[in-house]
């Protein structure tokens, strides 16, 4: 985290700000310091590199336990008993705790994410020179570690083993969509991962991306699974499964698969994610798949996967330049509102001169 830390400063510093004050809630928050709590917690970093983890006495133990942050206090700690008898409102108090600690730091200007929470930053802009930016956190996050990698592959290993089971499953018996999700998420719990929402949808359904499904599986079935370890860290892996002969879905899947392989082809360090997006559009044109009037290929070809299922970087329409140790997804797809969607998708690890797919498994599902 030193080397993250180290930009944040010279963010500071580029904005002539003091401080970095960040509230609990969301993903930059574990990440910039490891902890995890439904509590209100604010986390500070100084100009000089001072770092502060404020929270409820009742964390406080936990997160000397598991926080890297080199200071950790708590509310109560700075007299937030003493205060709520004065004020008799806990935000209030909270508020006046982190202006004396800005005071003492001899804050002037105090940078802000954009989804810092309004009562505390408009708050702070009576105090202080406050400036909102993007969390310099969301970008440092789409360049994983090692141990992240290692935990994203891990959730992506056990997704492929539960839908390589579901598989046997759909063929052994006629099951609904419900029954099929209810199968899949009982059996990613048994082997850590948590899932919600898993898309299981068939027929005409399909054409909408996120319809979760519903009901007596028709022509073909597409699956969606994106589970997150107890860790936190996700997976999200798609196929189409052909169950009828339908020849309008088998083209458009060769179409989608044939699109997923150009893409993969093409990753490695230094690739504009611009022109992979190009490329998959173009592939699918070839195979005389238009997209207009919202129907055809209607998302990006990927975006970034870790303690979000949808983070940095996105691989769509505008310009980013791929790195090494980013891990992404690659999903096109094809949606017709008269015969339904088809998609296929896969994690893949960036590298310095390729990649690597993390959801390895058949495309071409046709049962």
Excluded: W
């Excluded at 007299?79 to 202006?99: D, Q």
């Amino acid at each position: 985290m030193g080397k993250n830390l180290d930009m944040v400063i010279e963010l500071l510093k580029e904005k002539g700000a003091d401080f970095f004050l960040m509230h609990s809630g969301n993903a930059n928050f574990f990440y910039a310091t490891k902890f995890r709590s439904s509590s209100a917690m604010f986390y500070l970093l100084g100009v000089d590199g001072t770092e502060l983890l404020l929270l409820p006495e009742m964390e406080l133990n936990r997160a000397l336990r598991e926080s890297k942050v080199k200071e950790i206090s708590s509310y109560e700690m700075l007299g937030y008993e003493e205060k709520l008898k004065e004020l008799k409102n806990s935000r209030e108090v909270i508020l006046e705790i982190l202006i004396e600690i800005l005071n003492e730091g001899r804050a002037k200007k105090v940078l802000i994410p954009n989804d810092f929470p309004s009562f505390f930053g408009f708050a702070l802009k009576e105090e202080f020179d406050v400036e909102t930016v993007e969390n310099p956190f969301l970008k440092m996050r789409a360049v994983k570690t090692t141990s992240e990698i290692s935990e994203i592959r891990m959730s992506c290993e056990r997704v492929v083993a539960v839908f390589s089971e579901t598989l046997k499953l759909i063929k052994s018996r006629s099951l609904t969509c419900e029954e099929i999700r209810s199968f899949i998420e009982l059996e990613l719990l048994k082997l850590g991962l948590i899932a919600e929402d898993t898309i299981c949808v068939s027929g005409k359904l399909s054409a909408d991306p996120h319809e979760v499904g519903r009901g007596e599986v028709e022509d073909h079935l597409l699956i969606d699974v994106f589970p997150r370890s107890r860790n936190g860290y996700y997976a999200d892996f798609t196929r189409t499964v052909i169950l009828k002969d339908n020849l309008r879905l088998k083209e458009m899947l060769f179409a989608v698969v044939e699109a997923q392989k150009k893409a993969i082809s093409m990753l490695r360090e230094g690739v504009n994610g611009r022109e992979v997006h190009e490329a998959v559009k173009d592939t699918l044109k070839s195979y005389g798949f238009e997209t207009k009037k919202g129907e055809g290929f209607i998302h990006s070809t990927g975006h970034g996967i870790g303690l979000e299922v949808h983070e940095e970087p996105k691989i769509g329409d505008l310009d980013v330049a791929l790195k090494g140790g980013m891990v992404v997804t690659i999903e096109p797809g094809l949606y017709y509102r008269d015969v339904g969607g088809v998609r296929v998708e896969d994690v893949v690890l960036i590298k310095k001169d390729g990649c690597e797919i993390l959801t390895p498994f058949e495309r071409s599902l046709v049962l």
